[in-house]
Every structure is written in C-alpha cells, then in structure tokens.
C-alpha cells in the first residue's frame, strides 16, 4: 500500500491542531478589543487630543426592549460639565473638585450618562417604586421596619427621618430609604447599600447630616429615572471622599 490519502501519515495532525488553536485565539482577541472600543471612544486628552483607538468597529444600531434605538460608537460628546481642574500641568493629572465636591463629578462622585427615563421590567412597567404603591409589600417578621427612625449622618446629628421605602420588583429587594429632611419640606433617596439600619435609628457613614440637603432629587415625587439614580449614587460615593477633610489625607 503506497498511503494514498492517508494525511495522517503525511501531516502532523497536533500541529495543525495547535495553529488552528492559535489562528482562533488571535481573532478572539481582535474581536473582543474591537467591540471593547464601541463605547467611550473617540477620547479627548487633557490638552485636547483626540484618540480614536485601534481598532474601531463600525457603528451599530441596537434596537431597545422597551422602543428607541442607539448607535455605538458615535462622536457625540457627554453633556457634563465637570467642576474641577487638573493638580498640575502635566497631561494626565488628577482632578482636583472646584467648588461643592460632593456635585463635581469626579472621583468617586463620577457618573455615567444614562437615560433620563426610569428603569422598567421585562412587562413595561416600573421597576422601582415606593412601598406606599405596592400595598402588598410589607417587612418581613422579625426584620426592622426603618420608617419613622430618624437618619443620622457620620458625625452623629440626625438629618432626618425615614418615610418611606422604595423596593425594586424585578428583584423582590429594597434599593432606597426616601428621607423627609428634618429642616426642609424636601424628600431625597437614600441609597440603602449607604444605611446601616440598626433598630433604633438608620446611620450613614457616607455623609455628615447638612449634606443631605443637596442630594440630588427626582423630577416626579415617585418616580426616579436611570440618570437621577446614576447622580444620587455618586454623590454619596463622593461623600466617602469629600465629606471630610480628613478623608482626603493619608492613612499613616
């Protein structure tokens, strides 16, 4: 027998196997980087520069579950205005907040551009509402009810009380304490990842009780859109850096 189409005598099968591997896991990693660029690019540097990145997909129309479509990636510029200028001259410098920090945008008080819509379930409707809506939902036995405790900030003065909860449907879980100021008739949320709800009153260790006033608020008393829950967050996020001057400084 002279092996007529027998390649496995001829060829290296393992090798083949290997390159095929490796031709595979190269355009893996092409395509992964590639659509790793659809959003947040074109960049602009400090001093203005733009940086397009390698490689960038064409643009991609997704259509939306609930209506609306968007296209990525796209050359529209965010509409933020952050409040804050470079430490130093040099490109690449951190940001240091100019005027309130805990509304400058940056650090741990950034934000992304969302959709000034409120989030909805798989049926079309709201996803987070307040408990005085759900007449069904109530606090498990045994579990502190934290309505009517007051809200304490970090340096122990009460900010106000709670009123309300506002629960998150889809998940069957809480996401805001919604607070009636001590001194003002204005209502704000409280991120409940933020609360430390212990029996007697509702602590927050992210700001002090005055910072409570400039939370961001909501457009519609129960209501709150993807982008209102996008700046609530980081304004006590900024808080865990801002509040206090002594959290800006060295642990030793």
């Not at 390159?19 to 947040?40: D, K, M, P, Q």
């Not at 000034?116 to 498990?140: E, F, Q, S, T, W």
């Not at 129960?222 to 006590?236: H, Q």
Request: glycine content about 10%; some cysteine.
């Amino acid at each position: 027998m002279n092996g007529t189409g027998a390649l496995t005598q001829n060829l290296d099968v393992a090798q083949l196997v290997l390159y095929a591997f490796w031709i595979f896991f190269a355009g893996l990693i092409y395509y992964l980087v590639r659509e790793n660029h659809r959003e947040g690019y074109p960049m602009e540097t400090d001093n203005g520069v733009t940086v397009r990145g390698f490689p960038i997909p064409d643009p991609k129309t997704y259509k939306l579950l609930h209506g609306g479509e968007v296209t990525v990636p796209n050359d529209q510029p965010s509409p933020q205005t952050l409040n804050a200028e470079p430490a130093h001259r040099w490109a690449g410098a951190p940001l240091l907040p100019t005027g309130n920090p805990m509304l400058s945008g940056v650090g741990p008080g950034a934000w992304a551009d969302r959709a000034d819509r409120p989030d909805l379930d798989c049926d079309g409707n709201l996803k987070i509402m307040p408990v005085r809506l759900l007449p069904a939902v109530g606090i498990i036995q045994g579990d502190t009810d934290p309505r009517g405790l007051p809200v304490l900030g970090a340096d122990g003065a009460v900010a106000g009380t709670v009123a309300d909860l506002w629960m998150d449907t889809a998940e069957n879980l809480f996401r805001y304490l919604e607070v009636q100021l001590a001194d003002s008739p204005r209502r704000v949320l409280l991120p409940i990842n933020f609360a430390r709800i212990r029996r007697h009153q509702v602590k927050v260790n992210a700001v002090l009780a005055k910072h409570f006033a400039d939370v961001p608020g909501t457009r519609l008393p129960d209501v709150v859109t993807l982008l209102e829950e996008e700046k609530i967050m980081a304004y006590y996020g900024a808080g865990t850096l801002y509040a206090v001057p002594s959290r800006q400084e060295p642990l030793l």
